[in-house]
């Protein structure tokens, strides 16, 4: 008998609590939707472990996490892949906290794991490829997660169970579990002369970056490559072809962890491993046709059973799904037995029951093989229950009929349902974009307020600073004001890890039968300021499952709020190094105002500042240097000479002229004072920016002699000239910015209107650049931008402006340009320019540019107008079929 005890360190009544590495997308949001389900009335804590804005891509070691937070509020924990390191796991157990691990390399001893069944559904795939007459048969995966190693382990004993061992040749690794990862792969079959005719790979993503590069290879699939995937995502049945795949419930996992969980919170002992089935489903990229389910023959059994096993296995085949498929049968048993007494029917009569069979495993064929099935029923029956046991045409016709009819319902279902997604991902895609707008205004928006969420689909949040070892509550937002949360008390309100997120917020979760996500707030990996630990946001809100993995909304949020606020930091520093310059001068005048009243008081004040003192004495020729002005030049104070040339030798030869004349000015009389910059040479064998100062002082007897001083200004001076490039030219390509082709382009207006040849304008915006961005990443997009204008610098002439106006937006001013036709070379040759290959990585890539063109300048025109009507003109060009110009009227 189970033990009833409550082990000790849990919260009987607590949250489930979820390490994971994120907390959306296709596998760990529908991981998660699982165990919100099962867990019910309690409610999740989804703690994501990586730092915000990472994906699953980017980390192979379980990341560092403080196991403290939320610790008060959860009974235990399901932990999924590598969230954590095995020590963290071990001081679980050690604590005697209910876990639970969710496809993990290794099982912790006394605790439960549950896994995908990697070898049944590889096996089945592996199996049916055999089936085919492939003996050629390769493995596209990463195998740094444990689950992938597990699929290539089946594969190889599936193929050594034939009596086949693949050779090196036939494994091709990618170098992530996504789409990138698979394309790269494919590159490799392709390198290596496609050495096998059918592949398995380890995720659908790494299958569908196989299906695109081979399609633009123009390798047929599946005639000279089958393909099979493994997750049976969305996808897999709308691609041409179809990608067979083995099929995976990735809630169902979630929620046999979950019910492990709480076993042993009811005080019983569950240990070992324990698989959650999978299924191979044939399609066109095996070699199958698109409609594969075939019911079991007859065989003696009765019809009704062989149709409720053929529906089983068109809902997914899984234990869950078995009361669906039981509804349908006996639907779709009356329905049949009725057309075969001669009676008619509504197709409203089996909608509702074939409807939930569909939303069981939505995806193209379902909907055909439901209609299959139905005919086999009729014409099984037909031997049974008709006289000479054949279908009456009649009733064949109102068969048809009532399966035509069927079938356009179901479509249209699906249509619906395909609308739906894109409308929720389009809401996700301006809700970002809002929230971006927000963040990116960190001098007007205060971040921490959270008032931003109101672009989001979270019901409540919570933002809560590291304050030392504890939490101090920043900010905290409720859409309805009806969620429970009390934000006065909270907002300023200090918290342990352990009981962060407050317990508001998770009451507001459970009562809205949402879950509670809590994510780390950070900048390391992915920004600036490498290991500031911001702290922690708290959102409420339904599970994301439908963005690509690393893409979920919470996800974002927490790394825009980052960046927002390690923005504001950073403005705020600059303000204050200004401020600091600004007190820096103002004392520096004051000094010298100081100086001229009294030489004295001049040299102790130098000291003060801690400057170089010098004295040199014209009428002698001889100069004195102080050891400090040595210092700073970087000299021993013993190896100086007394003649001026130990200083002025020393000077940049640009400043030169300009400190001679300055000093002539000072001995003459004819300035007050001396105060110029310029470089030294300096021991260590570099120039540096110093400021020197001087007073010209007349003796009694009319000899001349300069007191001054030498700061070194060399870190302000940079970070002046810093400022200076910044405000004026990208970050990204080097090229001119907006505000400043803004101040070229309005000389070049006023020169034409005074007469002059001001010139033409191109506005120019690249084709194919946001497919680019998409597939391959930021970083490439990066890459491809900075490319783009490296070329554009190529191809205009010396006084030409190319600047980027943001994002893959670019203008060009030919200052002087005689007028159209030399404007339109110089789009021609930009184009063709920019329309060459570029190679990102291992992968190439194309991209082209539309451009309107504004010629010639007149004078007459603001500079906002020209620049409209050159945006025009390339809206114009786009709209021609692009890669092309078109000139404003």
């Known amino acids: 008998m189970a033990d009833q005890q409550q082990e000790p360190g849990t919260a009987p009544g607590g949250a489930v609590g ?55 509020h959860v009974v235990g924990y399901v932990s999924v892949v590598n969230a954590v390191s095995a020590a963290q796991l071990d001081s679980i157990v050690a604590a005697g906290r209910p876990l639970v691990l969710v496809s993990t390399a290794e099982e912790v001893p006394g605790r439960p794991r549950v896994v995908p069944d990697n070898a049944t559904g590889v096996r089945e795939a592996v199996e049916h490829l055999l089936a085919h007459g492939h003996t050629r048969i390769g493995f596209v995966g990463n195998l740094v997660q444990s689950d992938m190693r597990a699929r290539y382990d089946a594969y190889l004993d599936t193929l050594g169970a034939a009596g086949l061992v693949p050779g090196e040749e036939l494994f091709f690794e990618a170098p992530d579990n996504l789409l990138a990862g698979g394309r790269a792969a494919a590159a490799t079959m392709l390198e290596r002369g496609l050495p096998s005719t059918a592949v398995v790979c380890a995720t659908d993503l790494n299958a569908f970056g196989v299906l695109d590069v081979l399609a633009e290879a123009d390798v047929p699939v599946p005639g000279r490559q089958a393909v ?16 067979a795949s083995v099929s995976l419930q990735f809630d169902l996992l979630g929620a046999r962890a979950t019910g492990l969980l709480l076993a042993q919170v009811r005080g019983e002992r ?3 491993t324990h698989p959650v089935p999978t299924r191979f489903v044939r399609r066109e990229s095996c070699g199958c046709d698109q409609v594969v389910v075939r019911g079991p023959e007859a065989g003696g059994r009765d019809a009704r059973q062989v149709l409720l096993d053929e529906l089983f296995q068109v809902a997914g085949g899984y234990a869950a799904v078995r009361p669906v498929a039981e509804r349908a049968a006996r639907a779709a048993d009356t329905a049949a037995r009725a057309l075969l007494a001669g009676g008619e029917l509504e197709v409203e009569q089996l909608r509702a029951a074939f409807e939930e069979v569909y939303r069981a495993a939505p995806d193209a064929e379902r909907a055909g093989e439901l209609a299959f099935a139905l005919r086999r029923h009729v014409t099984r029956l037909a031997t049974v229950l008709v006289p000479g046991g054949a279908v009456a045409p009649e009733v064949a016709d109102r068969v048809d009929d009532l399966l035509l009819r069927l079938l356009r319902v179901l479509s249209r279902d699906g249509r619906r349902r395909h609308y739906d997604e894109l409308t929720h991902l389009a809401g996700l895609l301006h809700s970002q974009y809002a929230i971006s707008v927000d963040l990116l205004q960190s001098d007007r928006v205060d971040p921490r307020s959270l008032s931003w969420l109101r672009s989001t689909g979270a019901r409540s949040g919570c933002f809560a600073a590291w304050a030392g070892a504890r939490l101090r509550v920043d900010g905290v937002y409720d859409e309805t004001g009806e969620s429970g ?176 004349a300055a000093l002539d000015d000072t001995v003459e009389g004819r300035v007050p004072a001396l105060e110029a910059q310029h470089r030294l040479h300096t021991g260590a064998g570099g120039w540096r920016w110093m400021l020197s100062r001087a007073l010209r002082v007349v003796s009694p007897s009319g000899e001349v002699r300069l007191v001054g001083s030498l700061t070194d200004v060399h870190a302000r001076r940079t970070l002046e000239e810093q400022l200076r490039h910044e405000a004026s030219f990208d970050a990204l390509t080097g090229l001119p910015n907006r505000a400043l082709f803004l101040r070229r382009l309005t000389a070049a207006v006023e020169r034409a209107a005074e007469g002059g040849t001001g010139g033409a304008v191109l506005f120019i915006d690249l084709d194919g650049f946001k497919a680019v961005n998409d597939t391959l990443g930021h970083a490439a997009g990066d890459e491809l931008l900075v490319e783009v204008a490296r070329r554009m610098e190529e191809v205009l002439r010396g006084g030409d402006t190319a600047a980027r106006l943001g994002g893959d937006e670019f203008a060009v001013l030919l200052d002087g340009t005689a007028g159209r036709p030399e404007a339109e070379r110089a789009a021609q040759r930009l184009q063709d320019a920019i329309g060459r290959p570029v190679q990102l990585g291992a992968t190439s890539v194309t991209v082209s540019a539309s451009i309107g063109v504004a010629a010639p300048l007149d004078g007459s025109s603001a500079v906002e107008a020209v620049l409209r009507c050159a945006d025009e003109a390339m809206y114009a060009a786009k709209a021609a079929g692009k890669a092309t110009y078109r000139c404003a009227a």
């Not at 493994?230 to 897999?236: H, I, Q, S, V």
């Not at 401020?579 to 004051?590: G, K």
């Not at 100086?595 to 000291?607: I, K």
């Open 485 to 660: 949360v009390d934000r006065q008390a909270l907002l300023g309100g200090e918290f342990s890890a352990r009981q962060f997120p407050p317990a508001d917020l998770l009451a507001a979760a459970r009562r809205q039968g949402d879950v509670a996500f809590v994510i780390p707030v950070s900048t390391g990996s992915t920004g600036a300021g490498a290991g500031r630990r911001w702290g922690l946001l708290a959102t409420v809100g339904p599970v994301e499952a439908q963005v690509a993995t690393g893409r979920e909304t919470a996800n974002q949020w927490a790394a825009l709020l980052a960046v927002a606020l390690e923005h504001e930091r950073m403005v705020a520093d600059l303000r204050r190094q200004r401020e600091d310059l600004a007190s820096a001068v103002l004392r520096e005048r004051q000094l010298a105002e100081g100086l001229r009243s009294s030489e004295e008081r001049y040299a102790l004040a130098s000291a003060a500042a801690n400057d170089g003192l010098w004295d040199w004495d014209l009428s002698a020729g001889a100069i004195y240097l102080s050891p400090r002005w040595a210092d700073l030049v970087g000299v021993p104070a013993g190896a100086l000479s007394t003649g001026p040339h130990e200083w002025l030798g020393r000077v940049h030869p640009d400043d030169l002229p300009a400190l001679q």
């Open 228 to 243: 099979v995937g493994f997750d049976d995502m969305d996808e897999a049945a709308s691609r041409t072809p179809s990608l």
């Open 18 to 72: 979820v390490l994971s590495p994120l907390v959306g997308g296709f596998y760990y949001g529908a991981l998660l939707q699982g165990i919100a389900d099962a867990a019910g009335d309690r409610g999740v804590v989804a703690l994501q472990t990586l730092e915000a804005g990472n994906t699953h891509a980017e980390y192979v070691e379980p990341p560092a996490y403080d196991l403290d937070i939320a610790a008060e």
């Open 270 to 272: 569950p240990t070992g």
